[in-house]
């Protein structure tokens, strides 16, 4: 079963625009959390991450939200720009196994 | 460090035929993990070593597969015999433990006709 849920398989934004990556999971054991970002042709590449002691950590125009009583976080990405088009998966941890969701295709149109 | 090495990128083989997709860590990291990624599970963890043990082949989808970590810098996964069911991208990757993220490798993409 998905502990880690990715319910949007896709989404287009315009560039210059916000985009908003959902995540929800259903282990409240998960206590770190990261986004990861992938091109075709290569694996996935580490982007971002929070902690559960946070509910938000910011890195230029990425900022990775946490709500632990949802269990539910999300990547804002402002701008966003065509080189960010890749798919995205977010993953979830209790120890040293991660555990990933399915992944967003994000497409950011010029 | 040259990262998480696969070989090869690309496997095309057929139906019945043994295939054996290889992983080398990144020098130091303790831990090394087998996924495979499809479009209905995304990533799909198979199978997690621990200093060379395996630790969970919980996700290893049936006895075709199996996976070894002979050293450190080294892992092998294989699937004999092939199904087409089989066809997706593999994953390796790496990571120090203690909560660290993955690094991953480039995947080899299997086709099995």
């Known amino acids: 079963d998905q502990q880690v849920k990715q319910n949007s398989p896709s989404l287009s934004v315009q560039e210059g625009r916000i985009s908003i990556l959902n995540c929800d999971y259903t282990?409240?054991?998960?206590?770190?959390f990261l986004w990861y970002k992938k091109y075709p042709a290569e694996g996935p590449t580490f982007l971002i991450s929070i902690s559960s002691i946070k509910d938000k950590n910011e890195d230029g125009r990425f900022t990775v939200f946490l709500n632990k009583s949802a269990k539910h976080l999300s990547l804002h990405i402002v701008p966003s720009q065509p080189g960010d088009s890749a798919v995205y998966f977010c993953?979830?941890?209790?120890?040293?196994?991660?555990?990933f969701g399915t992944g967003t295709s994000l497409t950011v149109i010029p | 460090d040259a990262g998480v090495i696969q070989s090869p990128r690309h496997e095309v083989t057929e139906m019945g035929q043994e295939v054996t997709l290889r992983c080398k860590p990144i020098?130091?990291?303790?831990?090394l993990f087998w996924y495979r990624q499809t479009m209905m599970r995304g990533l799909e963890l198979l199978i997690y070593f621990n200093n060379n043990v395996p630790i969970d082949d919980s996700g290893m989808p049936e006895d075709r597969f199996s996976a070894k970590m002979p050293n450190a810098s080294f892992s092998t996964l294989k699937i004999q015999p092939s199904e087409p069911r089989d066809s997706a991208v593999y994953f390796c990757a790496s990571s120090p433990g203690g909560g660290y993220g993955y690094t991953f490798g480039s995947g080899t993409r299997l086709t099995v006709v």
């Open positions: 020098s130091g990291h303790d831990y």
């Open positions: 282990n409240s054991m998960f206590d770190y």
């Open positions: 993953a979830a941890s209790a120890g040293n196994q991660f555990y």
